[in-house]
Structures are given as structure tokens and as C-alpha cells.
């Protein structure tokens, strides 16, 4: 359960996402590298937050990083809140839905231009709405 949701609110995910979504978007977890479909998608098309269809990453801001997950080089304005995780020894940036706080992943510094950075995102933790 995140630690911003009520029981009640808790009850609502599990009931709303399957359980792999729920271990990412509410437990901070993250999927095997490799396993989502959207690693492949090409499509024009907008990935939102599966677990409350915020608008996150235009097709056009992905690329392969050959990690395993779904990356971008950018966000949609407002796409989401970030804060500072420890839990690998070293400081990462988390990144967290703005609508409902469902945790996607991590943002690093080695990303192509123009920003340099790698939205490393849980492909579980989206859902692809093709233009």
C-alpha cells in the first residue's frame, strides 16, 4: 500500500489492477527487464498511467536504451512528481504519477540529447493509446 492511500483507497487498487501493477504502481516494486510488450512499441500514440490514464510520455519521446524497460528522453508537462531514493545504497531519482502517486521508476543522466536523461519506466506501470 503507498503510504498516501487510505485502506479504502488500498481495496480500490488492488481491486482495479492486476497484481504485478499493483506491486509497481502502489509498492514502489519493478518488473524483469525485458518483459513488457511496450519495450517494442513503435506506434504513434500517447503512454498513459495504468492505473489512473494521466497522460505521461508522447511515442515521440521514447527510445531503445536496451535496459530492458520502456525509456524516455522527456515527459509530458506535469506528468510527474519526483523524489530521492536510497534503497541501492546510492541516490536515485524516483519518479511518481501527479494524478495518483503510482510509482513508474527511476530517471538517470545517461539518456540521449536533447536532455540527456532515461525515463526508466516499468512498462506494467503504462498503457498505450495509439493516435
Not at 28 to 44: A, C, H, Q, V, Y
Request: charge should be neutral.
Amino acid at each position: 500500500m503507498s503510504k498516501h492511500d487510505t485502506p479504502e483507497q488500498d481495496t480500490d487498487w488492488r481491486n482495479t489492477l492486476t497484481p504485478e501493477q499493483y506491486t509497481v504502481l502502489r509498492r514502489e516494486g519493478t518488473e524483469r527487464p525485458f518483459s513488457s510488450p511496450l519495450n517494442d512499441e513503435k506506434r504513434k500514440g500517447t503512454f498513459v498511467c495504468a492505473g489512473c490514464g494521466h497522460p505521461l510520455f508522447d511515442a515521440s519521446m521514447k527510445f531503445d536504451s536496451g535496459t530492458g524497460w520502456p525509456s524516455f528522453f522527456t515527459t509530458l508537462p506535469g506528468a510527474f512528481e519526483t523524489k530521492r531514493d536510497f534503497k541501492l545504497i546510492l541516490p536515485r531519482t524516483e519518479y511518481h504519477c501527479a494524478k495518483c502517486g503510482g510509482h513508474h521508476g527511476h530517471v538517470f543522466n545517461d539518456g540521449p540529447a536533447p536532455t540527456g536523461q532515461r525515463f526508466c519506466n516499468n512498462g506494467v506501470a503504462l498503457r498505450f493509446i495509439p493516435d
